[in-house]
């Protein structure tokens, strides 16, 4: 993401108080941090490393989905989300809280087509700068038809009798990952103690244990502001309770678990990213009770079980099927 920081170091004149910039990149060129701490520049993302990134630096960043406060009368600079849905979704917002938007993206991950992508939110759409093989495009956004409301861009699935719902950028949208059915279909549910659904998205592992054993204490983690909130909703619909925390992986999770659960995130962008899995597997003894099992479902070609060897003596692959593969690991 470095390099569409670089294409707006050449406009320092967008930058102020009277600007905010909403999108998720937490790699953070010098230059960049700098430019938005001489500035006054405020910060909003749904990515929690990217506000952990921001605070770093000891520049305050909001993090949560975004909303009125934050961006009302400001002029937006928006990182373009590789997600087209979430990309519309986020003008669709914006539509009553501003009129101006900066949108910036490489042009491999949708700056080419931001303004054939924006067409149905703007009034105009100008590409006023292309450089480090990036788009910037200024955007003139159209009023906002009615009051928005996020729910009428959800949508919902069924698993099993129940029905939950994803906001726009969640993982899975809209259905239910063969990956996670596999995890539902092969674990029957604990009898006991508590549960940690890590990298949850839409909540559906965790929710899906506590209705079955209500007497479980669920953790629901995940990293993205719109996943946190879909699994607020889903436990509001389904009438479960849970704890839902914003963490980087294991880092802000206190205390020990009986169960860790996890269908593992593996892909940053167009890149293949395996650190999650590797500090997972490095740290989660730090969270397991004795005699406690951490279970994940990943691709069938990734190593997942000879890098968790490296840290428990116990790894066993339990399941091998339709491309995937479910790991039990003990401590």
């Not at 999108?23 to 941090?33: M, N, Q, R, T």
């Not at 999770?253 to 999650?276: A, C, M, S, V, W």
């Not at 691709?299 to 840290?311: F, Q």
Request: a negative charge.
């Amino acid at each position: 993401m470095s390099n569409e920081y670089l294409a707006l170091l050449r406009h320092p004149d967008l930058f102020g108080p009277e600007t905010c910039v909403l999108g998720a990149a937490d790699d953070l060129p010098g230059d960049w941090v700098s430019l938005i701490r001489q500035s006054g520049t405020h910060i909003s993302s749904w990515d929690w490393l990217t506000c952990e990134a921001w605070r770093r630096h000891q520049i305050e960043a909001h993090f949560g989905m975004p909303d009125e406060e934050q961006l009302s009368g400001k002029r937006v600079i928006l990182l373009w989300p590789k997600s087209k849905v979430l990309a519309q979704a986020l003008l669709a917002r914006l539509q009553g809280l501003t009129t101006q938007v900066i949108a910036v993206a490489a042009n491999d991950a949708g700056g080419k087509s931001i303004g054939k992508a924006a067409q149905d939110f703007t009034s105009s759409a100008v590409k006023i700068d292309t450089a480090r093989h990036c788009a910037v495009w200024e955007l003139q956004l159209l009023p906002a038809q009615s009051d928005f409301n996020w729910l009428r861009l959800a949508k919902s699935f069924r698993c099993g009798e129940q029905s939950f719902m994803t906001l726009p950028g969640v993982f899975s949208f809209g259905q239910l990952d063969i990956a996670t059915s596999i995890l539902l279909e092969h674990i029957p549910a604990p009898a006991k103690g508590r549960v940690l659904d890590l990298a949850c998205g839409s909540g559906i592992i965790g929710l899906s244990y506590k209705l079955r054993n209500p007497a479980l204490d669920v953790t629901l983690s995940d990293t993205d502001a719109f996943a946190l909130r879909s699994c607020e909703l889903n436990g509001l619909r389904l009438q479960v309770q849970t704890r839902v925390q914003a963490s980087d992986g294991l880092k802000q999770i206190e205390g020990r678990f009986d169960f860790i659960l996890t269908n593992p995130p593996f892909h940053q962008g167009k890149d293949t990213d395996y650190r999650f899995a590797t500090e997972l597997f490095r740290h989660a003894k730090e969270h397991l009770v004795k005699e406690g099992q951490l279970w994940l479902v990943a691709n069938r070609h990734l190593p997942y079980e000879e890098w968790a060897a490296e840290h428990f003596a116990q790894v066993e692959v339990m399941v091998q099927e339709r491309g995937f593969k479910l790991i039990c690991i003990q401590a």
